[in-house]
C-alpha cells in the first residue's frame, strides 16, 4: 500500500519561496502518477501540479506556471513541489497524492487519485 507524508509547509510573505516534500513508500514497479493539490477554506480541491514516473513529464495549473516546479529524487522516492513568488491566494493546505495510471492519463484530476497524504499547510501572508 503506498504511503505519502508531507513536509516543508509554513507561513511565508508574498513573494517567498517554500520548498513542499512528499516521501513515498510502498510503491510499486508501475507506470504511476503523484500529483500535488491544495485546498483553501470553502474551495474545492485543485490539481497544482503532477509528474509521470514513467518518462517525468510534467503538468501545472495555468495559475503556477513559471512559478512552481515539481521534481523527483528517485533515489529516495520524494517528490518536491518548489514554489516561487507565492501570492496569497496560494494559501491553501497542499496535499500529495499518487494513482496507477490505468488508461488515460490523470493529470490533474483530484478523483482520479487513490492515494493521498496528511496534507501540510502553507499560508502566505504579510
Known amino acids: 500500500q503506498v504511503q505519502l507524508v508531507e513536509s516543508g509547509g509554513g507561513l511565508v510573505q508574498p513573494g517567498g519561496s517554500l520548498r513542499l516534500s512528499c516521501a513515498a513508500s510502498?510503491?510499486?514497479?508501475?507506470?504511476?502518477?503523484i500529483g500535488w493539490f491544495r485546498q483553501a477554506p470553502g474551495k474545492e480541491r485543485e490539481g497544482v501540479s503532477c509528474?509521470?514516473?514513467?518518462?517525468?513529464?510534467?503538468y501545472y495549473k495555468d495559475s503556477v506556471k513559471g512559478r512552481f516546479t515539481i521534481s523527483r529524487d528517485n533515489a529516495t522516492n520524494t517528490i518536491y513541489l518548489l514554489m516561487n513568488s507565492l501570492k496569497p491566494e496560494d494559501t491553501a493546505v497542499y496535499y500529495c497524492?499518487?494513482?496507477?495510471?490505468?488508461?488515460?492519463?490523470?493529470?490533474?484530476?483530484?478523483?482520479?487519485?487513490?492515494?493521498w497524504g496528511q496534507g501540510t499547510q502553507v499560508t502566505v501572508s504579510s
Open positions: 497524492a499518487h494513482t496507477v495510471v490505468y488508461g488515460t492519463f490523470p493529470y490533474l484530476r483530484p478523483w482520479r487519485y487513490s492515494s
Open positions: 509528474i509521470s514516473s514513467r518518462d517525468g513529464s510534467r
Open positions: 510502498g510503491l510499486a514497479r508501475n507506470y504511476y502518477t
